[in-house]
C-alpha cells in the first residue's frame, strides 16, 4: 500500500483556492458564451419579447407570427445578405443549415422616425436566438440588424 501526505500551509492553501475559484469562473464565461448572444434562453413567444424589450423595442406582446421553419442547407442570392447581416451580428446562421427552428414576429411600436408597419423578428434554436432583424413590409422596405436602431441605443 502507497500513501501519500502533503502539507498544506496558508500560502499554498490560499494559491489552490484562488485557482478554483479562477477556473469556476472560466467555466462560467465558457458557458454564457456558448449561450449565443441571445441573453438567455428562448422557451415562449413572451421571452422573445422579453429579449426584444431588452434592446429597447416596445413590441406588441402578442407576435404576428409564431413559425417552424427550416433553415436552408444552402444560401444564396436574397438569402446571402440576410447571412452577412447576422454575421454582424455575431450571428451564425450559416451553422444550422438544414435544421428545424422557431421564427417570432412582433410588431414594433417605437421605431424611429415612428415609420408603420415595423416588425422584428429574432429566429431561435435549442433556445438560443441564432438570427434576428428588424424590418420595414413597406412597398419599399428595408431590412437592419436587430441593435441598428434600437431606441435606447444599445449596440
Known amino acids: 500500500m502507497f500513501v501519500m501526505t502533503a502539507k ?22 465558457a458557458v454564457s458564451a456558448i449561450g449565443g448572444k441571445g441573453g ?19 413590441v406588441v406582446s402578442q ?23 447576422q454575421r454582424r451580428q455575431g450571428f451564425k446562421l450559416e451553422e444550422y443549415g438544414g435544421m428545424s427552428a422557431t421564427r417570432y414576429s412582433f410588431t ?8 408603420e408597419g415595423m416588425v422584428a423578428d429574432i429566429v431561435v434554436y435549442g433556445g438560443e436566438i441564432i438570427a434576428g432583424d428588424v424590418q420595414s413590409t413597406a412597398i419599399d422596405g428595408f431590412m437592419e440588424g436587430l441593435t441598428d436602431h434600437a431606441p435606447k441605443g444599445q449596440k
Open 8 to 29: 498544506l500551509n496558508k500560502k499554498k492553501l490560499t494559491a489552490i483556492l484562488l485557482a478554483l475559484v479562477i477556473a469556476i469562473a472560466a467555466i462560467a464565461a
Open 40 to 58: 438567455g434562453r428562448i422557451r415562449s413567444s413572451d421571452d422573445a419579447a422579453a429579449y426584444l424589450e431588452s434592446l429597447g423595442w416596445q
Open 63 to 85: 407576435p404576428l407570427e409564431v413559425q417552424d421553419i427550416v433553415i436552408p442547407r444552402q444560401f444564396g442570392g436574397v438569402y446571402e445578405s440576410y447571412i452577412e447581416l
Open 108 to 115: 414594433v411600436l417605437n421605431y424611429p422616425g415612428g415609420n
